[in-house]
């Protein structure tokens, strides 16, 4: 039954005339901002024009917009509070670590040995987010909220006493809440609270902006999809999409799974652009960051999560200049942000700015804006 | 189509930004490398000054600007320093994010990371890129550990281990040793680890983790129970300082041994000094030594920041002055670029060089990166550090 309706959406007509242009707009803005993004910092880079200081950035910054896309599959198109992203994102980083390493005698061939560990970081984490979303994704109400928030100090903790490490022969060795014994330091892959240390670098821009457009075409897809429009069906309004026949859970642990899968790379990555890398660091406050990228680019818009993650991971380097006070710079300006995005008054001021600016202005696109003008002068 | 037009208008906005902010990196990065020239040595700093281990990098903050300022008045004509300490919120990748603005800026020798976990990742991207680094505090082994270019003015917490150990056994020969330590930090388990291979005796072990740190209770409870009657608190002062006061509330009185990271627990605002009467602790420096270069560097630093120096000062103090006279040795001048310094230094450094300042009469250096140092036990006696 819910097959056959989503199916009649589907059909040619609607699907262009609902879905279809909307979709093929954000398509093009987000990619629009990936590719013009990249082109941008990799030229940048090239003539010198850009520093160290951001330079180094570049990787962070793909992942982050990597998990803010991740996480707007969840929080804006499913519709759940997540707060435990970055425990997704942990359980990524460390199984890249060990994986890594482990292949680092076998492959000498460094991108092959990141694909690989990306795709078992993907397939653990995917793991881990079926074993929190089974249990709590058929109930109503903020559960997930709760055990997300649960889960990431769960995972935190849990690396903390996970110590894994190669002997003198390149055999792998588990140890629970003990160091392991006759290992010299460079045997070491993770060491409880110290986390992975050592670890060769093989992160680039290029591979994690490759990440970024793999995570932003999965989201969009689904989306776009048959399973998008029943997840975002549900999020309307969980009794219609009920009494149509639509399997509530099976679409909600949908989304949360790919979700977590994905976060579970971009952890992978941002472990390998790091020599050291410690579990304190995939805290509560990395997850509420995560989410504040998605919130503060508007929840279930796509790109400007991407624009938000960019310009929160750069904003507290660029304000260096400020040194102690910067992060109170930083909150002002988050929320100026916030006041400005959300603010009706100051959005059409700003709107009205950009049309008298515009180069691009036409008789059409004054046509289109002459009606709103007067419905709001009369309001 | 209104809604588009604000949508432009904000990509526009984002692109104006990253424009304006990509400029400032760039801009700020030429101004740098060209200043280096007129005898200005460049040092750059990386440590917590905003943060739950804001002390530390203060400290270091402190600590180095004294040794900056009295190394550049006395010698006007001569090799002048500069010093620029950036904030990494004990952070490694924000620690990264500060060693290339530092690296952007002109930097020519770095001083730091202060804390260790950071310290790790600063050291390797100092390696790759050839800084010498040379770190007040940093005491992980993972921070020296593989990197030529990257030395330790303060105890390894292997060192640390061994030296409390050593100390414990000569000293206290039947007593019952017991710990508490924080099995999730880096520097504590570190430290407890090499502590218990060198000991070799039975140790009653109890742990906390950085979250619970605020009840200690249960932990002291099984140690009475056992009856142990030394303590070994490899950790840091504010944790002890409840530790202190829990034991003295249960009527427990074992003696307590600590290291360096105990350093600072009689300045606790609010913190009751007669409870940490007889704590006894390793430690390089103590605002109270009777020793003149010490008593010195004391008496200026509450002249500069109206406060007693913790540790961390000294070190960044005797850092400043130990790179100084190796930079003299190398012959190089301050025109030299940061990867002709990093050569030379650590030539210096693996050779017979030898420093002196407040936190040891001489340093001398190992090709790992470790300090070889004695290590100095006081004792707190009415309120103050007594050294034994």
Known sequence: ?379 | MKKTFTKFAAVAMACMMVFAMTACGGGSGDSGSSEGGDNVLKLGGIGPTTGPAALYGNAVKNGAQLAVDEINAANPDGLQLSWDMQDDEHDPEKSVNAYNKLVDDGMQILIGSVTSTPGAAVAAEADTNRTFALTPSASAPDVTEGHDNVFQLCFSDPNQGIASAQYVKDNFKDAKVGVIYNNSDNYSSGIFNKFKAEYGGDIEETTFTTDSATNFDAQLTTLKNANVDLVFLPIYYTEASLILDAAKKMDYSPKFFGCDGMDGILDIEGFDTSLAEGLMLLTPYTPYSEDEKSKAFTEAYQAAYNETPIQFAADAYDCVYTIYDAFGKTGLDASASMEEICEAMIGVFTGDFTASGVTAETMKWNANGEVEKTPKVCEIKDGKYVEK
């Open chain 1, 1 to 379: 039954m819910a097959d056959r309706i989503l199916k009649s959406i589907n059909t040619r007509g609607l699907k262009n005339a609902v879905r279809g242009s909307e979709y093929k707009k954000e398509a093009l803005i987000s990619y629009g901002i990936l590719i013009g993004g990249y082109i941008l910092l990799q030229l940048g880079a090239m003539t010198g024009l850009i520093g160290r200081n951001l330079q180094g950035q570049f990787v962070p910054i793909c992942v982050y917009v990597s998990l803010a896309i991740s996480l707007n599959l969840v929080v804006g198109i499913s519709g759940e509070l997540s707060l435990g992203h970055a425990g997704f994102m942990a359980v990524g980083a460390f199984t890249g670590a060990v994986v890594v390493r482990v292949l680092e005698n076998g492959i000498g061939f460094a991108p092959l040995r990141l694909l690989i560990a990306l795709l078992i970081s993907a397939a653990v984490a995917a793991l881990a987010g079926l074993i929190i979303g089974l249990p709590i994704l058929g109930l109503r109400g903020d559960y997930l909220a709760i055990v997300t928030l649960a889960f990431g100090e769960i995972i935190k903790n849990f690396m903390n006493v996970i110590y894994f490490a190669l002997d003198e022969n390149g055999h792998l060795k588990f140890a629970f809440n003990h160091e392991i014994e006759g290992i010299d330091n460079s045997g070491r892959i993770l060491t409880g609270p110290i986390g992975a240390t050592g670890v060769t670098k093989i992160a680039t821009f290029t591979y994690a902006a490759i990440l970024t457009a793999f995570t932003l075409f999965v989201v969009l897809n689904i989306k776009n999809s048959k399973q998008g429009r029943a997840i975002m069906a549900i999020r309307d309004n969980r009794i219609a999409g009920e009494s149509i026949g639509l399997n509530v859970k099976k679409y909600k642990l949908m989304a949360f799974v790919v979700s977590a899968s994905l976060a579970g790379m971009a952890g992978c990555m941002f472990g390998q652009n790091f020599s050291t890398l410690a579990p304190v660091k995939f805290n509560f406050n990395t997850s509420v960051l995560i989410l504040v990228f998605v919130v503060l680019g508007g929840i279930g818009n796509i790109w400007g999560g991407m624009i938000a993650a960019a310009l929160l991971t750069i904003l507290p380097e660029a304000l260096r200049q400020f040194s102690d006070y910067r992060m109170l710079v930083y909150s002002i300006v988050l929320i100026a942000v916030m006041i400005a995005t959300y603010n009706p008054t100051i959005k059409s001021r700003i709107s009205t700015l950009w049309d008298k600016v515009n180069p691009f202005k036409n008789k059409d696109k004054d046509k289109g804006k002459k009606p709103k003008k007067t419905g709001k002068e009369a309001a």
